[in-house]
């Protein structure tokens, strides 16, 4: 098989997987409308915060951005893993291994579709933040990088999805990984600096939590401006979790299809 033809199988599955999230308005509403609330919820009953000695902006706003763009992402990574799942189930994955098509096609268009809704979900919440208030301290230029940071994070979640899709086939699955990965994002620095984080034991889980990171490369753009820190261990731990992922999830399948 040629790589062109390859790249056509990639671009028709993720086409099916992007048509079918937006013919399902529960999952645009879980992927838009919750990380949206969430965020003015947080920002109106913890902007208190933003008066702490050493916080880094008196903005609460600000610094609550990220929250809706990292927990979008993982909306929809749930739910592209949750699709993939029931591809498995209902026989659609072994239709395909009757065909011309290889079933790495299937993984890469799945993880396609992931990336087109999180692009879309960066400019959403990037306009949304907006007309919020939100101040983007590195400018035009910063927000392209917060929806490129974002598209990874996207990507990288959701080849955490695969991988649970593949391995275990079961949609009941995947969906009940998702109140691990919330309780995940809570226990990062999404709602406060580590550094003011009191419980010593809550600090440390932050501290080797690689969400935080996630999320504090895209807050350093809103907040500080160019931190190469803060982007290289944001882009790093992203790009990290993508490669596992993606490499778990690409054994995984090959254990399925032999």
Known sequence: MTGSSFLVQVAALARRSTVRTLRQPAVLVSALLFPMMFFSINASGLDA?????GFPTDSYLDFAFAFPLVQA???????????????????????LSLTPMRPAAL??????????????????????GLLMG????????GMLVI?????????????????????????EAVESAFPLFFVAIFMSSINLPRDLIEQDWFRFIATVNPISYLVEGIRSLVITGWDAQALLLGFGCAAAIVVLAIGGAAASMRTRVA
Do not use: H, K, W
């Not at 915060?49 to 000695?53: G, N």
């Not at 268009?109 to 879309?120: D, F, Q, S, Y």
């Not at 991988?163 to 079961?170: F, P, V």
């Open 49 to 53: 915060a933003s008066r702490l000695p």
């Open 73 to 95: 992402s993982l909306f929809g990574a749930i739910t592209a893993g949750s699709d993939l799942a029931r591809d498995i189930e209902n026989g659609f994955f072994d239709r």
């Open 107 to 128: 993984l890469s268009g799945m993880l396609a579709g992931v990336v087109a809704l999180g692009l879309i979900q960066g400019v959403v919440f990037l306009l949304f």
């Open 134 to 141: 939100v101040n983007i301290s590195s400018g035009v230029p």
């Open 147 to 171: 929806v490129a940071l974002t598209v990874l994070v996207a990507l990288a979640f959701g080849g955490l999805g695969a991988m649970l899709a593949i391995r275990t086939a079961s949609v």
